[in-house]
T-cell receptor
Framework: IAGITQAPTSQILAAGRRMTLRCTQD?????MYWYRQDLGLGLRLIHY???????GKGEVPDGYSVSRANTDDFPLTLASAVPSQTSVYFC?????????????FGPGTRLTVL | GQNIDQPTEMTATEGAIVQINCTYQ??????LFWYQQHAGEAPTFLSY??LDGLEEKGRFSSFLSRSKGYSYLLLKELQMKDSASYLC??????????WGAGTKLIIKP
């Protein structure tokens, strides 16, 4: 593979269920990010990781958790899904968090919570 | 608070030129990015500005004025494939990107 992959592509989930969205990159990027994108709103940062072993909270972290056990993987977990978490979720990565480095995005996961 | 403003939608004609504006108010400034996003797809990087002035890349150019909190993306020789949303994002003092809601650009023949 080359770039960032996300799984699943889409999911319909019952409220209250636990769900993990997977994200893997093979570019050896240090920084990784999770965003949600809702109609009429900009991308909003949920959690980020500047390097393996560290994570940080973004703008909208409540109801979500992440881990960064290694460089390549950055899973996002919804402990108990609620309908307001219906959204398109994008994972992104960049070589570092600063400099000219742009963020590269995965194809997204479309999540519907009923 | 932090705020990025850009027009919701613009319409232009194939072959013409269009300018998409972005104004921002953020806690700190460490660069401004423009991304393109086709419907149902992921955003892809277009340009980066950190110093005042114009950056040109083929048919696309991006301008920045830090004192005015203002940027624009200029698209020349518009093609139908340029129909997409254009996202403005500012990297703040924490080195996180703050995103505008995007400008949907509609190209008409």
């Amino acid at each position: 593979i080359a770039g960032i992959t996300q799984a699943p592509t889409s999911q319909i989930l019952a409220a209250g269920r636990r769900m993990t969205l997977r994200c893997t990159q093979d570019m050896r990027h240090n920084a990784m990010y999770w965003y949600r994108q809702d109609l009429g709103l900009g991308l909003r940062l949920i959690h980020y990781s500047n390097t393996a072993g560290t994570t940080g909270k973004g703008e909208v972290p409540d109801g979500y958790s992440v881990s960064r056990a290694n460089t390549d993987d950055f899973p996002l977990t919804l402990a108990s899904a609620v309908p307001s978490q219906t959204s398109v979720y994008f994972c992104a990565s960049s070589p570092t968090s600063g400099g000219v480095n742009e963020q590269f995005f995965g194809p997204g996961t479309r999540l519907t919570v009923l | 608070g932090q705020n990025i403003d850009q027009p919701t939608e613009m319409t232009a004609t194939e072959g013409a030129i269009v300018q998409i504006n972005c104004t921002y108010q953020t806690s700190g400034f460490n660069g401004l990015f423009w991304y393109q996003q086709h419907a149902g797809e992921a955003p892809t990087f277009l340009s980066y500005n950190v110093l005042d002035g114009l950056e040109e890349k083929g048919r696309f150019s991006s301008f920045l004025s830090r004192s005015k909190g203002y940027s624009y993306l200029l698209l020349k020789e518009l093609q139908m494939k340029d129909s997409a949303s254009y996202l403005c994002a500012v990297r703040d003092s924490n080195y996180q990107l703050i995103w505008g809601a995007g400008t949907k650009l509609i190209i008409k023949p």
